[in-house]
């Protein structure tokens, strides 16, 4: 009796390692060359576009689930798409600055994925963003293909110390209000 107990016990530990070797996490890193950030600000009389790089980044994948992932973003990269000459580059050295996003002191932001809930092929992603030293909480939808995964969310960048022309901080800005959100739209290719 006693063997066919020992037995037993061995031959289910057996199947929960065999189990367990197939459904460990992998990391699936994204091609920063290939995949891009695009960013855009609104104010009252219009808005702005440009681009923002990523350092590095993977994706944690347990099968064909996603558990996880963590992102870095080159803060020192932003640039300006929709502006030209002395225009564009006094935009982009006010959003390197204080006023915004501090990238002397803060050259980088970074995404870390908490947990991830699949529909088909879209996953409601849950995760903490930092920027400028501050981390928050965000989620948004993450669309997932073969070779790639996009995704668009807005961010409130005052949750982050980034305050400069906003309505919700500051009287009498009027035509110079600018919105407290930004959106990213994201595509990730691996």
Do not use: C
Request: proline residues 1%; without cysteine.
């Amino acid at each position: 009796m006693k063997k066919k107990t020992i037995l037993k016990s061995v031959l289910i530990l057996a199947v929960a390692a065999g189990t367990a070797a197939f459904t460990s996490t992998m990391e699936k890193k994204i091609d920063i060359s290939e995949s891009s950030i695009e960013w855009k600000g609104k104010k009252v009389l219009g808005s702005h576009t440009g681009t923002i790089n990523l350092q590095d980044g993977h994706l944690e994948m347990e099968g064909d689930q996603l558990t996880g992932g963590k992102f870095t973003v080159d803060m020192t990269s932003i640039t300006v798409t929709d502006l030209k000459g002395e225009d564009k580059g006094k935009l982009e050295g006010h959003l390197k600055s204080d006023d915004f996003f501090g990238v002397e002191n803060h050259p980088t932001a970074q995404l870390v994925i908490n947990n991830a809930t699949k529909d088909g092929n879209t996953y409601t992603v849950t995760g903490d963003i930092t920027i400028k030293g501050k981390t928050e909480p965000v989620t948004f939808d993450l669309i997932m293909g073969e070779s790639a995964a996009t995704t668009s969310f807005k961010i409130d960048r005052t949750k982050f110390g980034v305050r400069y022309g906003s309505g919700s901080f500051f009287d009498n800005l009027g035509d110079n209000t600018i919105s407290n959100d930004f959106t990213l739209d994201v595509t990730l290719k691996f």
